[in-house]
Structure formats: C-alpha cells, structure tokens
C-alpha cells in the first residue's frame, strides 16, 4: 500500500488520534443523557412507567383512564356493555374497585365518581342533585309549599308539597278556608256573604246590616234583607256595607236571586233597574243599559232581562224593578215598600 507523501501520514494519524471518532460508549451516553432532557416532561403527563415496572402502567392509572400496554387512556363509554370487573360510572366503565372521586366509597357503589359530595350516606341539600345515591332528589329537604288555587296569596292546608323553591300554583303561606274565592284569605276583609271570609271560623261578624243575611250562590256574595222599604233605601242599605241592590245578567242567576230570596221567606224583592233617569232607557244600578222601550222594547248590549208579560207598561211614575214571587220582572213606583237583596261588585 502506497501511503504518499509521509507529511500527509503523519497528519492524518494525528488527526485520528485527537477524537475525530465517536466511541459506541461515548453515543450511548450522549443519547441517554439527551433523551431525558428532552422527556422528562412530557413522562410525567403521558404516566410513563419507571424502568422498573419493566414497561407496563399497570397500578399507575387514575381518574377516568385505564392502562393500556405502557400508556394510561381514557376508559371506555358504556354503549358497548362493561367488563364484569368494571361498572358503568358517568357514562364510562369504571374498574369497580376504583375511588375515582376520593370520596371514601369505590365505584360499584358509588353513584357518581365525579363529586365527592355524593355517595351513599352523604347529606341531601337542595340542588336537584341526588346526593345520597337512593334516586330520588332533594328528599326531605327544603320547605312546604301550599296549593293556592285562587290566586289569593294563601294555600290549602290539605295540598301541600315540599320543595326547594315554591312550584307553579304553590305558596309558602297556608291557612286558606276557602280556595275556590281569592276574597277569602287569613286576614281577608269579611262581609256580608254568608261565608268565613278573613278564615277565622267565624261567619259575617259585624258585616250585616240588621235584619240582613249574606248568602253565596255560584261564587258571589248577596244579602237578603226582611223588612219592607222603598228603592233608594234599599239600595242606601246596600251600599252602607258595599254592596247594592242586584243587577240580573242570566237566567241562571235570575234564579239563583229568586231562590234565596225565597229561602229567606221574602216575596217581591227590589232589583237594580230603574228608568228614573230617562224614561223608557232602562239601567242597572252600576250604570250599564240593559233595556230599551216599554214591553216590546229590547234587551241593550247583549245583556239579560226577565219582564213578565206586558211588562214594563210605565204610565209615567213606574221607574223602579222589583223581582216578583215567580222571578218575572215588573215596573213599579219607586216608593212603594218591598224587600231588599243585595249584590256585592
């Protein structure tokens, strides 16, 4: 072999000679001393297992994760059925043994590994949430509300419910003796209806004028008065506990009229129409027209009369109505005397 010129031998030993080349050991050390630079963080995220472990994650894995050869992943949704190791916990398969919240109680008994706030046992509170694991929510806790039908601001003793917040139709105020009238309410205005209006058990204490009885009759209040007194009295003693005298809209309440005043032992009875104003234009005591014309005028506005025959016949000083004993109507002098019923607004 013909190694030229020896200068050029010489040179090039030398440079062989001062590291030029890389042992094997001096690689391996580079590289290891590299790689764990490089690594050391992002092990610690991914669970890498220690050398020791001899490249499994097994006993590594926590949470919602599940070792899969040398990397914990996420464990598998229910859809496809669990292991008999494992129960389906918040959608996942949840190794059963595992205390995925750290609230002291393993999976398979536990109801929701995501809330240490909730197992078996826990203490239930009002936030729609089923803490003590039985499937039921907010049990026994929160407050009694009660059925308030008639919108008065007070329920029915006998319909309540207990709940965190007041459900629709609910009150938190019991005491209502009647729920069908919002007039009758605990500390309601009592009067001369024939009911408990204030809920004190006690019926138109001091609401009745004297000789006056109040009576219901399809949810509104009327006072049948004994005695006998002109249109303008009568309706003077209505008002005196404000009410006045009645105002007909149907047949049905014309009858429900007639039959209290009945009941009361009283025969005709004044009503609340009068053409004492305008002669011929016929109006209730509130002000609406209801009749136009003598006995063949008409009714006005769609409301409601009940004239006997020939009725009204006014010879000029017949203004006022009064309900006979067979519920028709008739026109008659103002002044005469005939009993009272009253009507409350």
Avoid: K
Avoid at 114 to 133: K, L, M, N, R, Y
Avoid at 155 to 178: M, Q
Avoid at 206 to 214: D, I, N, T, V
Avoid at 249 to 257: I, T
Wanted: with cysteine.
């Amino acid at each position: 072999m013909r190694l030229g010129h020896p200068l050029a031998f010489l040179l090039a030993f030398c440079a062989c000679a001062s590291g030029g080349g890389t042992s094997p050991r001096g690689r391996d050390d580079a590289g290891s001393i590299r790689d764990a630079g490089l690594r050391s963080d992002a092990a610690s995220d991914a669970r890498e297992p220690a050398p020791s472990d001899g490249g499994s994650c097994v006993g590594l894995c926590e949470g919602f994760t599940v070792c899969r050869g040398t990397t914990c992943e996420p464990l598998p949704t229910c859809e496809a059925g669990c292991a008999a190791t494992e129960v389906c916990r918040n959608d996942v398969c949840v190794p059963r043994a595992r205390d995925v919240d750290g609230d002291g109680v393993q999976a398979d008994t536990d109801c929701d590994e995501s809330d240490a706030e909730v197992f078996p046992g826990a203490t239930e509170v009002c936030d729609a949430i089923d803490q003590d694991c039985d499937t039921r929510v907010d049990e026994g806790v929160g407050g009694t509300f009660y059925r308030d039908a008639d919108g008065d601001g007070a329920g029915d003793d006998a319909t309540s419910t207990t709940a965190c917040t007041a459900p629709e139709g609910y009150v938190a105020t019991a005491g209502d003796c009647d729920d069908n009238r919002a007039e009758a309410r605990p500390g309601g205005v009592e009067t001369c209806s024939g009911a408990d209006e204030d809920c004190d058990s006690l019926v138109d204490e001091a609401a009745c004028p004297s000789g006056c009885r109040g009576a219901l009759s399809n949810g509104r209040a009327y006072a049948t008065c004994t005695g006998t007194r002109s249109w303008s009295a009568s309706r003077t003693l209505c008002q005196s506990v404000g009410m006045d005298l009645s105002a007909i809209d149907s047949m049905a309440e014309n009858d429900a009229v007639r039959a209290l005043a009945t009941a009361a032992g009283l025969g005709n009875t004044w009503i609340g129409g009068s053409d004492s104003a305008t002669e011929d234009r016929w109006l209730w005591a509130d002000g609406r027209h209801f009749w136009q014309g003598r006995s063949g005028g008409s009714v006005q506005g769609g409301l409601f009369a009940r004239w006997g025959g020939g009725e009204p016949n006014d010879d000029g000083t017949e203004d006022c109505a009064v309900m006979r004993s067979d519920g028709a109507w008739n026109d008659t002098e103002c002044g005469n005397g005939n009993a009272t019923v009253c009507e409350a607004p």
